[in-house]
Each structure stands twice: as C-alpha cells, then as structure tokens.
C-alpha cells in the first residue's frame, strides 16, 4: 500500500513501514506524517491480523529528522517553530504508543532529531552496524522535541542524554548498543532478515499479553511503586482471562510448543 512518502507491506501477521522519501533521506514533513496517519489506519482495520509492526527507512537512511525545505524564508519571531508538534508529530507518536501489538524498528541508517524520536518508539530497536544516532536540534537553533527529552534519560540516563543534546555528536549504532539505548546490532546486509525473525516471534506470541506488557513498561516511569503494583494486578488478571494463557500452561504441561492466537 502507498501512501504520501509512506509505503506498507503485509508479511502475514507483520506490517511493514517504510518511510519513504528518499530523495530527502526521508526526512519528515507534514505530508509525510499524514501519509503515516493513514498507515496506522490500515493498519487498525487489520487490528485483529496484525500482531506486530516494523518501522524501518527506505533507502540509505531511517529518518534525518523534520524535512526543513522552504523553512529559511521564515523572518525570526514570526514563526512558531513548535507548532507542528502537537498538530502532526505527537498525535502520531501517542498512536504508536497506545499500539495494540509490539513495535520494532529497524534502524537502516541515520536517525537524526525528530527520525532519533521514531526510532526510539521501538519496544525493540534493531540497527545495521553503519547506522547512527544524532540529536541535531543544537545544530539548527531549536531544543529537542518529538519526546526525545523523556525518552533519552529514562534509556541512558541523564548525563549521556544532555552531552548527545548540547553537543549534537553522532551516536555509532554499536556505541548505542554498549549504552543500552538499542537492543541488537545487525551487519548492514542482515538487518532487514534479522529483523523480520524478530517480528513474526513476537506476532507468534501471546499478543494480548505483549501490549500488556508494553503498557506496563511505558506507565513505569510514571507510576509510584504502588501503582505500578495495582497495574500489574489488573494487566495480570486481564491476560490470564485470555485464551493463550489456557493454551500457554497446557503447551508446558505437555511439553510442546504453545500455539498463540492472539486471543
């Protein structure tokens, strides 16, 4: 399926998608997000066959950040340099949020700014070796957006997430992988392979527990311990209602692979 600089593919229970402007290293512009918007539709009408997503770049990069063309006409203080983000940016980033399968990302290429934010949205976030992280906002006069700012210390921390941010450095995917900011580093040839096995073990999987699980990982942060006690308790209570946890104890009891449905 193509939409606005967006194609998405379907390989059985996974999506496929694919950021795709590359004559701009798929950079993100408001088209761009739209075109996004529309993919995840399709990809909500096709809730109950979808059991994981793959977001990857097309091309020789994931995603150099906000498409800046025909922006350095703009006079200084009479543009609002923000208000793209909760108009476009964040309502997408809130939907890959409240996704109701696992995410992983394939990091092609260069994850620059708001493409960095993208990445990280992964509940697994795979890279090819010659790929690379950049916090670039510093180098064009903004601050970092497109959740970046929460994310990066609760993955790092916070002195490594102020230094990528002041001094706009690229971040070498296996140096990502040694600060645990990513989870696996592919040569560049076996990413997309690597990654599809990765995908189609989580959409075999016990999905209702897998979005569980991603909630509860996403609301930590948030939560005091308290809390985070009564979650577990109502996720828990939700997944063992679940026919996979039927099918689950009975593959271990007769010691064969579970068969997961999804339901």
């Known amino acids: 399926m193509q939409f606005k600089h967006v194609t998405l593919d379907f390989d059985s229970s996974v999506a496929i998608l694919r950021l795709d402007h590359q004559e701009v290293m798929n950079a993100v512009s408001i088209d761009m997000l739209g075109g996004l918007g529309e993919a995840l539709d399709a990809i909500e009408e096709k809730r109950a066959e979808v059991r994981c997503l793959v977001i990857t770049g097309a091309g020789r990069a994931f995603c150099t950040g906000a498409n800046l063309q025909g922006r ?5 203080g009479k543009v609002n340099a ?3 983000l909760e108009t476009a940016f964040h309502p997408f980033l809130r939907r890959l949020r409240n996704l109701h399968c696992p995410i992983v990302t394939a990091v092609n290429g260069p ?7 993208f990445a990280l949205m992964g509940d697994m976030i795979l890279c090819a070796r010659s ?30 997430s102020v230094e990528l941010s002041l001094m706009g450095e690229r971040l ?19 990413l997309m392979e690597e990654t599809m096995k990765l ?13 569980l699980i991603r909630k509860l990982y996403w609301d930590s942060p ?15 209570r939700i997944a063992g209602s679940a026919e996979d946890f039927k099918e689950g104890v009975t593959a271990f009891l007769e010691k064969r692979p579970a068969k997961f449905k999804g339901k």
């Open 111 to 117: 994850a620059a700014g708001a493409g960095m934010s």
């Open 222 to 236: 948030e939560n005091s311990f308290e809390q985070q006690l009564n979650l577990e308790f109502e996720s828990q």
């Open 82 to 84: 923000g208000a793209a």
């Open 172 to 190: 070498p995917a296996e140096k990502a992988l040694e600060w645990g900011l990513v989870n696996r580093v592919h040569d560049d040839a076996a």
């Open 131 to 160: 790929s690379y992280f950049l916090q670039a906002f510093r180098r064009i006069g903004l601050v970092p957006d497109c959740g970046s700012t929460w994310l990066l210390p609760r993955m790092i921390g916070k002195a490594r």
């Open 72 to 76: 350095n006409n703009a006079k200084p």
């Open 199 to 211: 995908a189609h073990d989580l959409a075999n999987g016990p999905t209702i527990a897998l979005s």
